[in-house]
């Protein structure tokens, strides 16, 4: 842990919010104590609901690494990573985040991602988003065919 990459992580959310590139948030990932990737919040910029800080780290940090997995990685990050961000963070398997504002202080000037966790406890018929499943079979044809895939790049 070190607060020099939490002082850059707020920094970069700062820098975001004076661009007008999106939400007050900053990431910055680290590898053997130097920043390998970083990012601000740039949803209303670009236009990509995708585009947290945390998301545009990975992203800058894969790309700097040549490489899908960041294990040997942490994160700082402006503020707790919402569900996903954190989802991401799991599939970049970095092996720490670090947070500086809570989801409770987002949610407080109206970044409140809580009706998001509730909707993954309710059962599927009872989410806002209506999910229904269409050619299961078809679909499981291209699952076989990976499972037998030789030259696949697991992960």
Same mark, same amino acid.
């Given at each position: 842990m070190d607060k020099k990459f939490m002082k850059r992580a707020i920094e970069l959310s700062k820098v975001g919010m004076d661009?007008?590139?999106?939400?007050?948030?900053?990431?910055?990932?680290? $590898?053997?104590?130097?920043?390998?990737?970083?990012?601000?919040?740039?949803?209303?910029?670009?236009?990509?609901?995708?585009?947290?800080?945390?998301?545009?780290?990975? $992203?800058?940090?894969?790309?700097?690494?040549?490489?899908?997995?960041?294990?040997?990685?942490?994160?700082?990050?402006?503020?707790?990573?919402?569900?996903?961000?954190l989802s991401a963070i799991y599939w970049a398997r970095i092996d720490k985040v670090y947070y500086a504002n809570s989801k409770r202080d987002a949610a407080k000037i109206n970044f409140d991602d809580n009706f998001i966790y509730k909707e993954f406890d309710k059962p599927k018929n009872k989410r806002k988003l209506e999910v229904k499943q269409l050619m299961r079979k078809e679909a499981l044809e291209v699952f076989g065919a990976w499972e037998e895939k030789m030259d696949k790049v697991p992960y």
């Open positions: 661009k007008n590139a999106g939400g007050p948030f900053g990431a910055v990932i680290v $590898r053997a104590g130097k920043i390998v990737g970083e990012g601000y919040n740039q949803v209303t910029s670009t236009n990509d609901p995708t585009a947290h800080a945390e998301v545009t780290a990975i $992203r800058k940090a894969t790309k700097k690494l040549k490489n899908f997995s960041l294990e040997g990685c942490e994160i700082y990050t402006s503020c707790e990573p919402c569900p996903m961000c």
